[in-house]
């Protein structure tokens, strides 16, 4: 049986053009094939019939224009998932969404950590990819006041059919036009659904204000849906660290207490202890938020940090079992996988979550021996298998 002859002329093609490799390149010829592929969107079988080359030609003169730098590929977005240190992450914190963002490469090898601002734009975007993967259509989502649901609603597309709900108060001074608010807007507008936005202060002078306030109409409609939420995003951040809406609404005398109890972290305007136990504030009588055990409701609660000291606040909340999924960059997911663990063992047992196997002891923290102030301190219920 004879040969074909297309396969013997391709044949001879790669037979010259492996003897003829090492030859000088030919610049017009490696562009303008560059030129055809990369910007014209053509075929290397179009292009090696267009220049009577065969198309194991065409590849290697793409290659010679990437490495003689006529072709320079530029990725402008400085970020990049991390798949198997999100893998590691779940799988030690008994997680079932997780995302990494890696923000320490360049174009130049590692660089240094990004600033607050554009760490919190990437884990918003990551966010908003994360909840329009796992939104179903009749959910209802809920987003608190914290920095990341800016980016995120910013950066969401097509959502399904779904009702969106502000989880806690306003922390700034414009109750109509404030972050929040146009966040839970933007979002429902994503998913076609209603907004139940929250224009009040996140907390109130006194307690009778706060009730005054929970009782009007529009306030009351919205603190109803807290027990509906399926899907909600809140900000994980140093109870301490700016912005700290409980920090900043308390006494001296108050935060002395706190500090004193082992305040670490705060999630949606309830604090936590390093062993992830919540610790009651004064605030909670005139304060508008979800409730502690109405966030330990919610089916899939993603944590997204924020600010200094992120690592610490999520490693207390992470013991906690509140969260059921986490969006971290990829310096703090491995100051978390790293870190030790309250009795001293490094890291953590990877048997938290909110599966009811394991997470929070139940005997006042992790290792079972109280801490500063346990008196005053409580466990958050158990989460039965959802």
């Given amino acids: 049986m004879r040969p074909r002859r297309d396969a013997v002329d391709e044949h001879h093609h790669e037979t010259r053009d492996a003897e003829s490799s090492s030859a000088p390149i030919d610049k017009l010829l490696a562009a303008s094939v560059a030129r055809r592929f990369y910007l014209e969107n053509q075929s290397k ?117 779904c009702q969106v709900v502000q989880l806690t108060g306003v922390h700034g001074p414009d109750l109509a036009a404030d972050a929040a608010v146009t966040a839970v807007r933007r979002t429902a507008e994503a998913g076609g659904g209603r907004a139940f936005p929250l224009h009040t202060p996140f907390v109130l002078p006194d307690a009778s204000t706060a009730a005054l306030l929970r009782s009007q109409p529009a306030t009351a409609e919205t603190l109803d849906q807290f027990g509906r939420v399926t899907k909600a995003v809140v900000g994980v951040r140093a109870w301490d660290v700016a912005p700290a809406p409980v920090h900043d609404a308390s006494t001296e005398r108050e935060r002395d207490g706190y500090r004193a109890l082992g305040a670490c972290a705060e999630v949606a305007g309830h604090l936590f202890d390093a062993a992830g136990r919540l610790i009651p504030t004064e605030l909670t009588a005139r304060a508008i938020s979800m409730s502690a055990d109405q966030l330990r409701g919610v089916p899939e ?66 290792d079972g021996r109280g801490g500063p102030g346990r008196s005053a301190v409580s466990e958050l219920p158990p989460r039965t298998t959802q």
């Avoid at 990494?100 to 990437?122: C, F, I, K, N």
């Avoid at 986490?326 to 938290?352: F, K, Y």
Wanted: overall charge negative; glycine content about 16%.
């Fill in 45 to 161: 079988v179009d292009i090696a019939r267009e220049f009577g080359i065969s198309r194991f030609k065409v590849a290697r003169l793409l290659d010679a224009a990437v490495a003689h730098d006529i072709v320079r590929i530029d990725i402008t977005v400085p970020a990049e998932i991390d798949a198997p240190l999100a893998r590691a992450l779940a799988e030690r914190f008994g997680l079932r969404h997780c995302v990494v963002v890696d923000l320490t490469r360049s174009e130049g090898g590692p660089v240094a950590p990004a600033d607050q601002r554009q760490t919190g734009r990437w884990l918003g975007t990551a966010a908003a990819q994360l909840l329009s993967e796992i939104t179903e259509e009749g959910d209802v989502l809920g987003l608190d006041g914290g920095g990341p649901v800016e980016a995120l609603s910013e950066a969401l597309g097509r959502l399904p059919s």
């Fill in 301 to 366: 609660l993603i944590g997204v940090p924020g600010g200094a000291r992120s690592a610490e606040a999520l490693s207390a909340v992470l013991r906690s079992g509140l969260l059921t999924g986490l969006v971290v960059d990829s310096t703090t997911a491995r100051r978390l996988l790293w870190s030790e663990g309250p009795d001293g063992t490094e890291g953590h047992d990877g048997r938290g979550g909110r599966d009811g196997q394991g997470g929070h002891d139940g005997r006042g923290g992790y």
